[in-house]
């Protein structure tokens, strides 16, 4: 059965940090990866998705994702946050069976 | 505003009882899916439905059923509800059946 782990449940950073979410998935076969954010009291939004092409995934608001095959892993990147990221972030990853499975998701607490 | 509406926001019953969510996709999404979301279970799949077709089941209980109507808006029965099923309920929505694009600002069920 497919899985999703993300490692860091929680995650304290300062403003103008570099930013690195990991995600690491398990399915044998094709995947489409996923990455949703929650802000505080609202719903989540799709931040970027990847199915097939360039293995580096530019999304909304600065983020960025790499998906590595090899590794099982499709991280999330950002190069400098902002107190405005302080969200939940989601992994999900789409495998043949059209179910789409997410991870426990990180808390990402930027401060000011 | 993601476009997808779900109604209601709230809602309280008591534990034996029976309600429906309501949930109207982006305009023109004819897929259409359900989510949980509890403190202990996380963000779990419930079912997806596409242009009035079941898709893909997750880990819906057998008191839980849905099923999406030819104007395309879904509806999730929930019954002989049990304390446990409290959590906030997800809707999303996207264009084709590769995964949740546009997700509603959920419905929160209080089961006492």
């Known amino acids: 059965a497919q899985s999703v782990s993300q490692h860091n449940h929680h995650v304290i950073l300062s403003e103008a940090a570099s930013l690195e979410l990991g995600c690491n998935y398990s399915?044998?076969?094709?995947?489409?990866l996923f990455w949703y954010v929650q802000y505080p009291g609202q719903h989540l939004q799709l931040l970027l998705k990847?199915?097939?092409?360039?293995?580096l995934v530019k999304g909304i608001k600065g983020f960025e994702a790499e998906f590595i095959k090899s590794k099982f892993s499709f991280n999330l990147r950002k190069p400098s946050v902002q107190w405005s990221d302080t969200a939940e972030y989601f992994c999900?990853?789409?495998?043949?069976?059209?179910?789409?499975?997410f991870g426990k998701g990180t808390r990402l607490h930027i401060l000011p | 505003d993601s476009g997808v509406t779900q109604t209601p926001k709230h809602l309280i019953t008591a534990t034996g009882q029976r309600v429906t969510l309501r949930c109207s996709p982006r305009?023109?999404?004819?897929?259409v899916y359900w989510y949980q979301q509890s403190l202990d279970q996380g963000l779990q799949f419930l079912i997806q439905?596409?242009?009035?077709?079941?898709?893909a089941k997750g880990n819906i209980l057998e008191r839980f059923s849905a099923q999406q109507f030819p104007d395309l808006h879904s509806e999730l029965n929930l019954s002989s509800l049990e304390l446990g099923d409290s959590a906030l309920y997800f809707c999303?929505?996207?264009?084709?059946?590769?995964?949740?694009?546009?997700f509603g600002q959920g419905t929160r069920l209080t089961v006492v």
């Open positions: 999900a990853v789409l495998g043949g069976d059209d179910k789409i499975i």
């Open positions: 305009s023109g999404d004819l897929s």
């Open positions: 439905y596409y242009n009035g077709e079941e898709r």
């Open positions: 399915y044998g076969g094709t995947v489409n």
């Open positions: 990847y199915f097939s092409g360039d293995p």
């Open positions: 999303a929505s996207s264009a084709s059946r590769g995964g949740p694009a546009f």
